[in-house]
C-alpha cells in the first residue's frame, strides 16, 4: 500500500519534518537525525497579539495559508529531489487540534502521493530531539526537563523512544504564567521573553513568592506562583490608588518581572535536580521554548557545574517550535522501521510515555 511501504534503504536519510502544532508553521529536512538541510518556519504569532494569546481558528487558517509556501521553500533549500527522501514526520500531537490537522493531513497527503513512509512524533519528543541538532554526540539515556507554553514536564529518555515521565505540571505550565503575568504588567504578547528582558533591570527579591511541593511526586504546581503574583500586584495597585500615585511608584514592572520570573526558574532548579538525584542520571538536556530564557540557561549552567552535571542547551532557534526538531526524532522512528498508516490522525492530548 501506498505510504506504508516496507523500508529497505537505510542508507537514504533525509527526513521532511513537518510542524504545525499551534501558531508556527515548519517544515525542515534534516540528515541522519543530526544535520539540518533545511529549516523553515513561519509564525502568526504577530496576529495573536492583539487578543493577548493565540487565537486557534486564527492559527489553523494560517497554517492553511502558508503550508504549501513553507514546503516548497524547505525542499528548494534543501537543495534535494523528492525521490532522495527516506521519510515524512509529523508532530501529530499535543496541540490546537485544528492546527495539527493541517499538518497531518499534509503530511499523509504527501506520503501517498511521493510513496514514503510516514512518521508521527509527539510533540515533546520533538522538543528532546533538538539537543541532538545542537550535540551530535548526545545520546540516551539522559534527563530531559521540558518547558513551553503548555507543558512542564521532567523526562528520562531511556532510549531515542523510550521515555519515561518522571515528574509533570498540574495546572498551569510555566510559559502560560510568563503570559499571564507579562498580560497583567500590560507588557505585551508573548509575555515570555519580555519578562526575560526587562527583569535583567528588576529586584528578584522584591516579594515573596511560594514554592509548592507535593510529598508524593516532583510534579510541578505553577498555579499558586501566578496566583500569589497577581494577588501582590492587585494589593500594591490598591495601595497606591489610595495614595493617589501610581502603582509602578511603589514596585516597579521590572521587579515584578524580575521576581516571578526567579520564582519559576528556582522551582525548575529545585525539582530538576531531585530528579537528577532520584534518577543518578549525569546528562541533562533542557528542552522547549522556556528553555531560551537566559535567566534559566545561566542558574542552569551554574547549578550543573556545582554538581558536575553534563548540560545540553539546545540553540535558541530550536528552542521554539521548529520543523527540524521533529525529522531530528522523524529518524529515530524511520530506524525503528514502523512507519504510521495513513488513517494517522491528530490528537490534541497523548502520553509521551505511551504514545
Known sequence: MKGVRII???????????????????????????DVISNVIYSSADLHKIYGGVVPEIASRKHVEVMPYVLDQAIKQAGISIEQLAAIAVTKGPGLVGSLLVGVSTAKALALVWDKPLFGIHHLAGHIAANYITYPELAPPFLSLIVSGAHSHIVLVK?????????????????????????????????????????????????????????????????GLKTATLNKLNQVKQNAKQKNISWTEVISK???????????????????????????????ALAGGVAANSQLRSSFTNKA???????????????????????AQGYYAYLNQRPEMLSLNAQAMIDLANN
Open 8 to 34: 529497505n534503504n537505510i542508507h537514504n536519510r533525509y527526513i521532511l519534518g513537518i510542524e504545525s502544532s499551534c501558531d508556527e508553521t515548519a517544515a525542515a529536512i534534516v540528515l541522519n537525525g543530526r
Open 305 to 327: 557545574n556545582q554538581h558536575e552535571l553534563e548540560l545540553f542547551l539546545p540553540e535558541l532557534k530550536y528552542c521554539t517550535d521548529n520543523a527540524a526538531m521533529v525529522a
Open 254 to 284: 521590572s521587579d515584578f518581572a524580575a521576581t516571578f520570573q526567579t520564582a519559576i526558574v528556582d522551582y525548575l532548579l529545585e525539582q530538576t535536580l531531585a530528579a537528577v538525584k532520584l534518577t543518578g542520571q549525569k546528562k541533562l
Open 159 to 223: 532510549d531515542y523512544l523510550d521515555f519515561e515521565i518522571i515528574a509533570m505540571t498540574r495546572d498551569d505550565a510555566p510559559g502560560e504564567a510568563f503570559d499571564k503575568i507579562a498580560r497583567e504588567l500590560k507588557l505585551g504578547y508573548p509575555g515570555g521573553p519580555i519578562i526575560d528582558q526587562i527583569a535583567t533591570e528588576g529586584n528578584p527579591h522584591a516579594f515573596q513568592l511560594p514554592r509548592p511541593k507535593f510529598a508524593e511526586s516532583l510534579d510541578f504546581s505553577f498555579s
